[in-house]
Structures are given as structure tokens and as C-alpha cells.
């Protein structure tokens, strides 16, 4: 079966640090991986997407970037973090060549405060 | 731009309530809609609707969807306080899902 894990759960980073969140899957290959940012009120925000390795899709222009190394790995980075980038990440996954139609299974998130 | 929106916000009831959550939606090339339940932390899948029309039922826990009004209801009968949640509904298109803001549901004893 498939398994997703994201880390860290928690991080605490002061404004300025830089920062690193790993996803990874198991189980599949060759998945489309998404990060999403979940902030109080504003739902669910696709930050940035992928369909394979060194492709990657960003959604929203910000002070965030993504990387994906290997099949099964989705990195988001931030050289810089600022108040505003405080939040609840989730990474996600589901079926390579995605239709739409395909449902969208998520890590357990990590929880950003920037201060 | 596409868009999800989803009533009411947050909802308090009472054990034993039924209760009804909305999930309207403007999207392009539609392909489906999809209902996840978020207590903690990863949103979980509850349902994903493709044809209007046909109720999808688990439980306690019933969806519809209506392609005509753009729209999906989720129901919970007989609510319990494990069912506190937000209810978050996305409709997908070719190649993403789009999230409403989320029914943050509480449940009383």
C-alpha cells in the first residue's frame, strides 16, 4: 500500500532563517506531488505541483520555491522566511497522469510559525 | 477563476443532529467533486462525486452532487462528537483540485 510522510511536524524559525520541509511516498511511482499551505480562513492554497522529476509547477509567485530530486520526493525551501509564510503545510500525492479525476491523499502536515 | 465556496463556515449542533453542508463550485473542464473530513491534521477522504445525480453514501455520512446547480451537499445524520471536523469540498479539473474554505463543524454532547 502507499504511504506518504512529511517532515518536520512542528517548526519554530525566526523571520529572515531559511527553511526546509521533505515529503516523501511510498508504495507508487511516478506520482504527481503537490504542496499545499493552509492558512487560518483562506482554505486549502496550491503553492506548487509536480508531474516528475525537475518539473515543477508553481501556482501562487512568493517567496517559497520546490524541488523534486527523486520519483518520490517533494522539497519545499525558502531562503528567507517571512511572518507571512507562517502556516500548515501539506505535501500530497496521487496517480501520475491525473485527469482531475483522481483523489488526492495527504501527508499529516507541518506546522510553520514564523516569529 | 475557478472558484469553491462552501456554507456555512462553521456550524454548532448538538449530538444526534442531522446537519447539511453545501459546496457550490465555478470550474473549468469539471471532472469531479471531493469531500475530505480534517480533525487534526491530513484532510481525509470521505467521497468523490462524478455523476450528477447519484448519492454515495458511508454510514452516517451521505453526498450528492448536481452538475445542473454546480453544487454538492454533504450530509451527517444522527452526529456524534467524533464527527467535529472541517468538512472541506474541492472540485477538480484537468489536472488540480480547487478547495473551498472549509465548514468547520462542531458537535456537542
Known amino acids: 500500500s502507499q504511504t506518504i510522510h512529511q517532515w518536520p511536524a512542528t517548526l519554530v524559525q525566526p523571520v529572515g532563517s531559511p527553511l526546509s520541509l521533505e515529503c516523501t511516498v511510498e508504495?507508487?511511482?511516478?506520482?504527481?506531488l503537490y504542496w499545499y499551505r493552509q492558512a487560518a480562513g483562506r482554505g486549502l492554497q496550491l503553492l506548487f505541483y509536480?508531474?516528475?522529476?525537475?518539473?515543477i509547477s508553481s501556482e501562487v509567485p512568493q517567496n517559497l520555491s520546490a524541488s523534486r530530486p527523486q520519483d518520490r520526493q517533494f522539497i519545499l525551501s525558502s531562503k528567507k522566511l517571512l511572518l507571512s509564510d507562517s502556516g500548515f503545510y501539506l505535501c500530497?500525492?496521487?496517480?501520475?497522469?491525473?485527469?482531475?479525476?483522481?483523489?488526492?491523499?495527504f501527508g499529516a502536515g507541518s506546522r510553520l510559525t514564523v516569529l | 477563476e475557478d472558484k469553491v465556496v462552501q456554507s456555512p463556515l462553521s456550524l454548532v449542533v448538538h449530538e444526534g443532529d442531522t446537519v447539511t453542508l453545501n459546496c457550490s463550485y465555478e470550474v473549468t473542464n469539471f471532472r469531479s467533486l471531493l469531500w475530505y473530513k480534517q480533525e487534526k491534521k491530513a484532510p481525509t477522504f470521505l467521497f468523490m462525486l462524478?455523476?450528477?445525480?447519484i448519492e454515495k453514501k458511508s454510514g452516517r455520512l451521505s453526498s450528492i452532487l448536481d452538475k445542473k446547480e454546480l453544487s454538492s451537499i454533504l450530509n451527517i445524520t444522527a452526529t456524534q462528537t467524533g464527527d467535529s471536523a472541517i468538512y472541506l469540498c474541492?472540485?477538480?479539473?484537468?489536472?488540480?483540485?480547487?478547495f473551498g474554505k472549509g465548514t468547520k463543524l462542531s458537535v456537542k454532547p
Open positions: 500530497a500525492w496521487d496517480k501520475g497522469h491525473s485527469s482531475g479525476a483522481n483523489v488526492l491523499t
Open positions: 462524478t455523476s450528477s445525480g
Open positions: 508504495g507508487t511511482s511516478n506520482p504527481n
Open positions: 509536480s508531474v516528475g522529476i525537475g518539473q
Open positions: 474541492a472540485a477538480g479539473s484537468q489536472g488540480n483540485l480547487i
